[in-house]
RNA sequence: GGUGCCAUAGCUCAGUUGGUAGAGCAACGGACUGAAAAUCCGUGUGUCCCUGGUUCAAUUCCAGGUGGCACCA
């Protein structure tokens, strides 16, 4: 029998988790979280991690499995869920990996290049002189380093410059060479739904629960992790607001519209990545025998 | 009721010595290979409150109206 990962993309806020459960439930399957921030196992309410009960009803994996401490990455997602799924595909034919991180997605799904890890002091070194000397002179050595990725990337993009920097610094060779940009292959079938409906159903969706959150005690989870403020993972749409607030540059109620307009853009720009990727099936949110329906048809 | 000030983009406001207008924020569109809920890029979307008048030409000047604010009654 073939081994099947259905993913099941979406903008944040769709109902993702709730058609999640259906499918899983149908397929006697498991669920593979596919989200950058509910790894962590110090964030809940706004993450949108499901529900206890949800949680009791089908088995997650990737919630709740890393701390804020650690660094992560695309990357190491990648391997992880791979090795995962390796394991795993005796038990169950069918895994449904659900999420919304665009790069996570690809890193399963196509892969990302092999390149060496990078050495946390030469990372800090390179950011302490983008500090002191800004981005031009990070770009003047790129130039010279990696005339290739020079000419193709975004030089406004302090990351962009960064990463490529990192790389050819640490390996002594231009980061374009290792860019295959080759799509891996994976030994199982992957099947593509996407969650869309109109932008205006979508934003009062997003504000509503932005809203609920807040009731749910958004603020005081935030107030937990508010001393790493400064680490990578809590900078997130739902805590960065709230740590502006308890810093005293904005009133609650400023906070509480920027997470909403904040998470409103994010998803926007989800349905720009998603709007790419031609192998996504699409419905409407409830559509889930028609989910369903095409989901046996392919596997 | 009287006097004064104001009315321009979704919001806050510039501006046009008369030639139909532009900033910030928002909004919208896009990029994306180990930080990705990150990071970055692009786009002005307009009955310049309404009606008359003067003028070759009015968003701009004048008159009246409407709405708002302030002060005086």
Not at 122 to 145: A, H, M, P, T, V
Not at 234 to 256: I, P, R, S
Request: some cysteine; charged content about 25%.
């Amino acid at each position: 029998m073939n081994k099947t990962l259905i993913v099941l993309v979406g903008p944040t806020g769709i109902g993702k988790t709730k058609t999640s459960l259906e499918i899983a439930k149908y397929f006697n399957s498991e669920i593979v979280s596919c989200d950058s921030r509910q790894i962590y196992k110090e964030l809940s309410i706004g993450t949108a991690v499901p529900s206890a009960i949800e949680l009791g009803t089908i088995k997650h994996h990737f919630i709740h499995s890393h701390s804020i401490h650690d660094y992560y990455s695309a990357s190491m997602f990648e391997n992880e869920v791979l090795a995962f799924l390796e394991a795993k595909f005796i038990q169950h034919d069918t895994y449904l990996m659900v999420g919304g991180s665009m790069l996570y997605i690809d890193a399963v799904c196509n892969g990302i290049d092999n390149i060496p890890d990078v050495d946390p002091t030469l990372r800090q070194n390179l950011l302490d002189k983008f500090e002191s000397e800004g981005i031009e002179s990070l770009r003047l050595q790129l130039k010279q380093l990696d005339p290739a990725y020079y000419s193709t990337t975004d030089l406004k993009n302090p990351k962009r410059i960064l990463r490529a920097l990192e790389i050819c610094l640490m390996t002594g060779k231009p980061y374009s060479g290792f860019m295959t940009r080759q799509k891996k292959e994976r030994p199982f079938k992957i099947v593509k739904i996407g969650l869309n409906c109109s932008r205006e159903i979508l934003y009062r969706q997003i504000n509503n629960r932005v809203d609920e959150m807040i009731q749910s005690g958004l603020i005081e989870e935030a107030k937990n992790v508010y001393p790493h403020k400064k680490l990578n993972a809590l900078n997130a749409v739902g805590y960065k607001e709230l740590f502006n607030f308890f810093d005293g540059n904005t009133t609650l109620e400023e906070a509480v519209s920027k997470i909403k307009q904040n998470t409103r853009n994010y998803a926007k720009k989800q349905i720009t990545w998603f709007k790419k990727d031609k192998n996504i099936n699409w419905f409407a949110p409830g559509e889930n025998q028609k989910i369903i329906k095409l989901l046996k048809s392919s596997i």
